[in-house]
């Protein structure tokens, strides 16, 4: 699966975004599919996740309540809606899909997307 993410630029504090993957080469609906992000000079983190099977999600628990994931699997299509953004949400955001359908917030994922920026000024 190809994996390719957009949506990502300069907002304001306090604003809104939403970051769109679509994917490509394989069905869709069959991808547990994530986001990750990596901050200036950290390693990268997991965000958030979506099951193949019932569409379960997972969330880093810093991030849960502002930042919310869904997918469309008619349009192939991964989505992150990201509310009340803060500075430090300043990041490189990258989407992921791999076959697991479980713990997906630990999981090593098997494919990665181009990642897209995001940057929050205060």
């Known amino acids: 699966v190809q994996l390719q993410a957009s949506g990502g630029g300069l907002v304001e504090a306090g604003t809104s975004l939403t970051l769109s993957c679509t994917a490509s080469?394989?069905?869709?609906?069959?991808?547990?599919v994530g986001w990750f992000r990596q901050l200036p000079g950290k390693e990268r983190e997991f965000v958030a996740a979506?099951?193949?099977?019932?569409?379960?999600?997972y969330y880093s628990d810093s991030l849960k309540g502002r930042f919310t994931i869904s997918r469309d699997d008619e349009k192939n299509t991964l989505y992150l809606q990201m509310n009340s953004l803060k500075p430090e949400d300043t990041a490189v955001y990258y989407c992921?899909?791999?076959?697991?359908?479980?713990?997906?917030?630990?999981?090593?994922?098997?494919?990665w997307g181009q990642g897209t920026q995001v940057t929050v000024s205060s």
């Open positions: 080469g394989s069905t869709f609906s069959t991808w547990s």
């Open positions: 979506i099951s193949w099977k019932g569409g379960r999600t």
């Open positions: 992921v899909a791999d076959r697991f359908s479980q713990g997906l917030a630990s999981i090593k994922y098997d494919y």
